[in-house]
């Protein structure tokens, strides 16, 4: 947030087609809470947009055209997130269990999807997968692999020919490190006959 702190965050998402406006709502700590943080005025969510919420307890930095904080934190060890209507309505709710450090857990696609840990953090954006985002033939003996990163990151790229190996092999020695949004390195296709398969990690700090 605005006052450099690395303080806990999640968004709401609004996946209508009409802007909505947040005044009266609720977020609490809880999927069965009767109780609190009422949304001040001034604070609505564009259609197909997102509002940062940070959850640091420190809600005199609220202001129309901020981003929105709560009266609450969350549990590194696993909590829960309620929104609810001004008539008390629960509208969505998560609860989720232990978190990675800089790995994020959102739904794909935006607002309908499942859950999924999110190594690559976007607040107030879009959510993005750890994904191959290209798959294609450079030449005979050799094919270009393209996956989504997270920039300054490594990233290593394993191999194996049969998923009933609990073992796979690194493709190389060196790990990639991101520069930008996607990485992308070429894999060698002169293999015995039948099937590969390729998985990707990323690393963390």
Do not use: C
């Not at 790995?103 to 309908?112: K, L, Q, S």
């Not at 050799?142 to 920039?151: E, H, L």
């Not at 060196?174 to 390195?185: E, L, R, V, W």
């Amino acid at each position: 947030p605005a006052d450099g702190d690395s303080d806990d965050w999640f968004e709401l998402y609004n996946a209508g087609s009409a802007s909505v406006d947040l005044t009266g709502f609720r977020l609490a700590g809880s999927v069965a809470a009767t109780s609190g943080y009422t949304i001040p005025g001034g604070y609505t969510i564009g259609a197909g947009s997102f509002k940062l919420i940070w959850a640091d307890s420190e809600t005199g930095q609220n202001g129309a055209g901020r981003d929105l904080h709560v009266d609450f934190k969350l549990s590194g060890a696993g909590d829960a997130i309620g929104l609810y209507a001004p008539d008390g309505t629960l509208v969505d709710g998560v609860v989720f269990g232990g978190q990675l450090t800089d790995v994020g857990e959102g739904r794909w696609p935006n607002g309908v999807g499942e859950i999924y840990q999110m190594p690559i953090p976007t607040p107030a954006a879009s959510n993005r997968l750890l994904r191959i985002e290209e798959f294609r033939r450079a030449t005979p003996n050799t094919s270009t692999i393209m996956w989504s990163t997270r920039a300054g990151r490594q990233y290593r790229l394993y191999y194996t020919d049969s998923l009933t190996n609990s073992v796979w092999t690194r493709t190389t020695n060196d790990d990639f490190k991101a520069t930008g949004n996607t990485f992308s390195t070429n894999i060698d296709l002169s293999m015995p006959d039948g099937a590969r398969f390729y998985k990707i990690r990323q690393l963390l700090d």
